[in-house]
């Protein structure tokens, strides 16, 4: 079957730097994208990795690995404001988006 | 602005009722996604819609029911034969027609409670 993990729940400090993983396995894959969710509202999209590698776009990146199955979302300089669930989904081989279950991040002062 | 509009917000319904949530986009976007949220659970997809008068199941449709007679409407009946249906509805839709091909935009959401 087809499998996102992501760990449950992670705690920050305000300042500091997280690392969100995120491991796949699925029947092919075409892109893996990030989002944020923030309590009781709409996931928001952050970012869309298709090939190997790292993408930074601001204060977050996202990285790659095809070959390990392995994406991590890296969050820099932590604001209160980035508490929230960080979703990965993977769109597999016949373009279908395949959700993990989130990793809530506590942000503490 | 554009974006994707969902109403209710918040909807009570007791048990043998049927429901429909309503979800509206203005982005001119061909495809559109109903989900499903459950705490501790991925989204799951109920149906979706990649062209006007057309829809497809998702892996959970079934007690659910869609329409798309418009380009811009994709509401969602939620019937007496869904055994379960308290949770967190999520509208979507994206650009493309032939499956994930960029971001999803979201709804705001509505929350269905069955009493």
């Known amino acids: 079957g087809q499998n996102i993990d992501q760990p449950t729940e992670m705690t920050a400090t305000e300042g500091a730097i997280v690392q969100i993983n995120c491991t796949y396995q699925?029947?092919?894959?075409?892109?893996l994208f990030w989002y944020q969710q923030h309590a009781g509202e709409a996931p928001t999209f952050l970012s869309y990795?298709?090939l190997d590698g790292l993408e930074e776009k601001g204060r977050f990146s996202s990285f790659l690995s095809r070959s390990k199955g392995y994406s991590y979302l890296l969050l820099k300089e932590l604001q209160m404001k980035d508490s929230a669930s960080y979703l990965c989904a993977v769109v597999d081989s016949n373009y279908q988006l395949i959700w993990g279950a989130g990793t809530k991040l506590i942000i503490k002062p | 602005d554009g974006g994707i509009t969902q109403s209710p917000k918040y909807l009570f319904r007791k048990e043998g009722q049927n429901v429909t949530l309503s979800c509206e986009q203005n982005l001119n976007h061909d495809a559109m996604y109903w989900y499903r949220q459950d705490p501790g659970q991925g989204l799951r997809l109920i149906y979706y819609s990649q062209i006007v008068n057309d829809f497809q199941k998702g892996d959970i449709a079934e007690g659910y029911s869609v329409s798309r007679e418009k380009k811009e409407s994709f509401p969602l009946t939620v019937t007496s034969a869904q055994k379960n249906p308290t949770a967190f509805y999520l509208c979507?839709?994206?650009?493309?027609?032939?499956?994930?091909?960029?971001?999803?935009?979201f709804g705001e959401g509505s929350r269905l409670t069955v009493l």
């Open positions: 699925t029947s092919g894959f075409n892109g």
């Open positions: 990795n298709v």
């Open positions: 979507a839709s994206s650009p493309g027609t032939s499956g994930y091909t960029g971001e999803l935009f």
